[in-house]
């Protein structure tokens, strides 16, 4: 009697919380139908201006459009499988996203769908099992080649502004091969070079493991300590940091800035306290695109998806101007940055 009276108990207690388990599940979906809506903003680098600003302009889209943002930075894999796991305990509806590394797109969508999250991707578009785009992931990035080729034409303005030989000058070629966008950026620049008189031969190659300013200056201290003979130098990278590294690695190797011409991409804030110093740098310019249309747009997209179930654009692809220390307040400006 006394064991089956607990064996009640324990089935009511059982089927009790069972039943508020599935009370406080409901009451979730609900809520995230009627109260405002949640988003992630997931980044890669979160210390670098150009994902700062991104960060900043979706924020400022929730508050617009009332919703609210949750940045988070994902350096590694790991970082971000357990951020999309917060984020669905946190009741967010979905994310938008630059992975730390584009391989991880089956595992990214697989993460996604288990939580019922929806998502898109920023800058950086995922790839699927066999190194194509994840198509059916809405996408907003960068004109990569045209950005690439603005970036090639800005060298040979400036090469050809200061009188240099091109059969004498050597470009460095800061690469990133793993990246889809950055290879397609620096195959841009590279077009443009070749078609100017520039020898396959003339351009050296200097594969960088991180795209940031370290990861720059640690490509290129070694190549400009080894070709010393060279007078002239052209740098370019798929952004702007990696070029202002090796910029700055020229510098440490006493390569006087006026035989070092660098054009980057992005026209963030490292750029802009570049391109301000008293002091004129290698650092020439910048293909500058906005930042705060990256994070703006993709933030409203996710939204707009969530709420109204409206389709975002399957891709967006965005265009740049060339940033200087003549015009980059002005250009600042124009790209709400
Ligand atoms: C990549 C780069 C960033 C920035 C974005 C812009 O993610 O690593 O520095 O250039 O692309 O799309």
């Not at 078609?195 to 940031?212: C, F, S, V």
Request: with cysteine; proline share 4%.
């Amino acid at each position: 009697m006394m064991k089956s009276r607990r064996g009640w108990a324990a089935l009511i207690a059982a089927t009790l919380t069972l039943t508020l388990v599935g009370c406080q599940k409901r009451e979730h979906a609900g809520e995230s139908a009627t109260e405002r809506p949640r988003i992630g903003f997931l980044v890669k680098m979160p210390e670098q201006a150009w994902f700062i600003n991104e960060q900043r302009a979706a924020t400022e889209a929730g508050q617009r459009l009332g919703f609210d943002v949750v940045n988070i930075g994902v350096p590694d894999g790991e970082k971000t499988m357990s951020a999309i796991d917060n984020l669905a305990a946190q009741g967010a509806a979905g994310f938008v996203i630059c992975a730390p590394d584009v391989r991880l797109g089956p595992a990214i969508a697989a993460r996604a769908r288990q939580h019922g999250m929806k998502f898109i991707t920023v800058d950086d578009q995922l790839l699927d099992a066999s190194g194509k785009p994840l198509a059916e992931v809405p996408h907003l990035g960068l004109s990569s080649y045209n950005i690439g080729t603005q970036v090639g034409e800005a060298l040979v303005a400036e090469m050809t502004r200061r009188g240099w030989n091109v059969a004498e000058a050597r470009a460095l070629r800061i690469t990133s091969n793993e990246l889809p966008t950055a290879r397609e950026r620096v195959k841009g620049a590279t077009d443009v070079l070749l078609k100017n008189g520039m020898r396959e031969d003339q351009i050296l190659d200097a594969p960088q493991r991180t795209t940031d300013t370290e990861g720059g200056f640690n490509a290129a201290s070694p190549m400009f300590a080894k070709h010393g003979g060279v007078k002239h130098w052209l740098i370019y990278a798929l952004n702007e940091e990696s070029v202002l590294g090796a910029v700055r690695a020229s510098e440490q190797l006493g390569i006087p800035s006026e035989n070092v011409i660098g054009v980057g991409i992005n026209g963030a804030g490292e750029a802009h306290a570049e391109l301000s110093k008293d002091r004129i740098t290698g650092f020439y310019g910048t293909i500058a695109v906005s930042s705060t249309a990256h994070g703006r747009d993709t933030a409203e997209h996710l939204f707009r998806w969530i709420k109204e179930g409206t389709q975002p654009p399957a891709l967006t692809e965005t265009t740049g101007v060339l940033m200087t220390r003549e015009n980059w307040q002005q250009v600042k400006q124009e790209l709400q940055l």
